[in-house]
């Protein structure tokens, strides 16, 4: 697989998986999105995530993308699930976490685990870009 392209072929995949949040923090501000029906294009270095037209999308620079990583993080009453991007400096740039992973009683879900499951036995669970 190119690695210019699979960091889109990546976000693609995610933007299917309904109820990833995707979050990108800065010092001062935080914006979290839902995958849910999300459009995704690239022009040039810029893979755009959502409508430009519309209320909420985000542009993520290609080239300063250089490493994601699958992340499996214990929690006090559950493990969350997560794929992380970072730059040239390992600062993290973007997250895209598996939400809606339990059910009521705190049981994992076997379909959505099985879809965090299907990407990292895809990509591995680190990327270079």
Not at 3 to 20: C, F, G, Q, Y
Not at 51 to 60: A, L, R, T, Y
């Amino acid at each position: 697989m190119h690695t210019k392209s699979m960091l889109k072929d990546l976000l693609s995949d995610i933007v299917k998986v309904d109820d990833v949040l995707m979050i990108v923090k800065s010092n001062g501000a935080t914006i979290e999105m839902r995958s849910n029906s999300l459009s995704i294009r690239q022009k040039e270095q810029w893979i755009t995530i959502g409508e430009n037209d519309g209320p909420c999308h985000m542009h993520v620079n290609n080239e300063m993308i250089k490493n994601a990583e699958f992340v499996a993080e214990q929690k006090p009453e559950r493990i969350s699930y997560s794929i992380r991007f970072f730059d040239e400096n390992n600062e993290r740039v973007l997250a895209c976490f598996f939400t809606k992973m339990y059910d009521e009683s705190k049981t994992i879900k076997s379909e959505r685990k099985k879809l965090y499951d299907d990407l990292q036995g895809k990509y591995g669970s680190k990327i270079q870009f």
